[in-house]
């Protein structure tokens, strides 16, 4: 028996078809004068991108149910603002405990450590969002989708970090070029920004499979 959603298959999918994450990009960014990589319209289209993957690539089934769920995920983030922003405000008052507790440090006294860790929060309550769109759309029969992907992503979290160096290296290294230059810093924070989301998007993509075929999320 196949499995409802591949990972494998739906990531190389998306490598495929970087000219369809471009278009939802610009799509979600419009006439933003100052667009970032790492942007709440940024993470809005690596989820759009997703759910057309996730169209393109599960079992047939499923690939129904998904089917047009991208092009209506600018109204579902839009309807359930109010939830993301409700999540946001319980993450910025954790990512104040968390500072201090794993860094030593007061929000405000690193501004790029601020930076990470609130970007870290939007991101996660974009995929909140987006994983309950998704299990509403999938039916009944994926009641609880939503949550145990949530906890199979918190039961990979070291993965996700290796994941995130792995990205940010490569992108940097290829920045350099064969002579090795160095790059400037706003291009470095850029780098990250993307890394960060794609890091993300990578593992909720294998979180979906996982817990779709009935993994638990234990490493």
Do not use: C
Request: charged share 25%; no cysteine.
């Amino acid at each position: 028996m196949s499995e409802p959603l591949s990972a494998a298959r739906a990531l190389a999918w998306m490598r495929e078809h970087g000219d369809v994450l471009r278009r939802l990009v610009a799509d979600e960014q419009g006439d933003d004068p100052t667009p970032a990589p790492g942007d709440d319209a940024a993470i809005r289209a690596h989820l759009r991108f997703l759910a057309t993957a996730i169209a393109a690539t599960a079992e047939p089934a499923l690939a129904a149910r998904a089917a047009g769920y991208a092009d209506d995920l600018p109204g579902w983030f839009e309807e359930n603002r109010d939830l993301y922003d409700e999540h946001l405000e319980t993450g910025i008052g954790a990512i104040a405990l968390e500072e201090h507790l794993q860094f030593g440090v007061r929000p405000g006294s690193d501004p790029s450590l601020d930076a990470g860790l609130e970007r870290r929060v939007r991101i996660g309550g974009l995929i909140r969002v987006f994983l309950l769109g998704l299990e509403l759309r999938l039916g009944p029969a994926e009641d609880g989708l939503g949550e145990g992907t949530l906890a199979w992503m918190g039961a990979h979290q070291r993965e996700l970090a290796r994941l995130i160096f792995s990205l940010d290296r490569h992108a940097k290294a290829s920045a350099r070029g064969s002579g090795g230059e160095m790059v400037d810093l706003e291009t470095q924070d850029a780098i990250g920004q993307a890394a960060a989301v794609q890091g993300h998007v990578r593992l909720l993509v294998e979180g979906l499979a996982a817990t779709l075929a009935g993994a638990g999320p234990t490493p």
